[in-house]
């Protein structure tokens, strides 16, 4: 039997899966709670390793809320709407960064696995470059030039 596929709008297309758009912000709701117990974490202990977590987290959570389409429709977060999907390459490659960063100092890579420390710090700079990429339009957006929209 062939499914039917119709295009609506994104509040109508909510409206009739609410199930659906219920679990679209549960995922990233736990995720934010994971952040909150890492901070206490990061409070308590006091390692820098765990405010790398911690922001990895919460980039990885905003990369979820632009790939499901939330980003856009929120408030502090539609600022970034003209970039179209430049946000997710943005958030994603600084959520990897982050990771990177701290997966070294806490799986202690420097002493026990060198090379592999050497290839995450290798592969940290394309991603530098991609969340750069991805944030320029922004930059000359915002000194006022009217670039057309792609």
């Known amino acids: ?42 409070i308590a202990l006091r390692e820098g390793m765990y405010g790398y977590f911690i922001g990895h987290v919460f980039f990885l959570v905003l990369y979820e809320l632009y790939e499901f389409g939330l980003g856009y429709e929120l408030a502090p977060f539609n600022l970034l709407m003209p970039l179209q999907a430049r946000p997710t390459w943005l958030t994603g490659a600084v ?20 090379r592999i420390d050497r290839l995450l710090v290798a592969l940290g700079w394309p991603l530098a470059v991609l969340a750069v990429c991805a944030a320029i339009p922004a930059l000359s957006r915002a000194g006022g030039s009217k670039m057309p929209c792609c």
Request: hydrophobic share 60%; with cysteine.
């Open 1 to 42: 039997m062939p499914r039917c596929i119709e295009i609506q709008a994104v509040a109508s297309a909510r409206a009739s899966d609410l199930a659906h758009a219920r679990l679209d912000v549960l995922f990233p709701a736990i995720q934010l709670a994971t952040v909150l117990v890492m901070l206490a974490f990061f």
């Open 95 to 114: 959520a990897a960064i982050l990771l990177y960063q701290f997966s070294r100092p806490f799986l202690d890579l420097r002493h026990c696995a060198p």
